[in-house]
């Protein structure tokens, strides 16, 4: 008799983004993962939004907002989330995406997250 796993739960920032959507995509058709996207409100696209995901708004510069909530519980986050991600970003725009990672993995280890993927 096979034990019955216990479903994942996986954070994913920038999950609007190109790689939020492939890997929340995936993640959910494994049919084991719970996934939450955390996305900016300016960015936020419902029509991106995979079936099944739950979706949190907020502003990872801000690392007292509403956005933390959705750490707690997960067993792991994926950083995604970046002001600029090209590389013509400016220095200010690269300053501020390590500080949205920064905020983030603080939650995730005030939290107890044990995995984290920075990419």
Not at 9 to 36: F, M, P, Q, S, Y
Not at 69 to 93: I, K, M, Q, T
Request: hydrophobic residues 45%; charged residues 20%; contains cysteine.
């Amino acid at each position: 008799r096979l034990a019955r796993r216990r479903r994942r739960r996986v954070v994913i920032t920038g999950g609007c983004g190109n790689l939020g959507v492939k890997l929340c995509t995936h993640l959910l058709a494994t049919g084991e993962v719970d996934v939450t996207l955390i996305e900016h409100p300016q960015f936020y696209r419902a029509d991106r939004v995979p079936a099944g995901a739950s979706v949190v708004l907020g502003d990872l510069a801000d690392a007292t907002d509403a956005w933390r909530a959705a750490v707690p519980g997960a067993d792991a986050v994926v950083h995604f989330s970046a002001v600029n991600p090209y590389p013509n970003a400016s220095w200010a725009e690269s300053a501020a995406s390590m500080s949205h990672a920064f905020n983030l993995f603080v939650a995730a280890s005030e939290a107890g997250v044990r995995r984290g993927v920075f990419a």
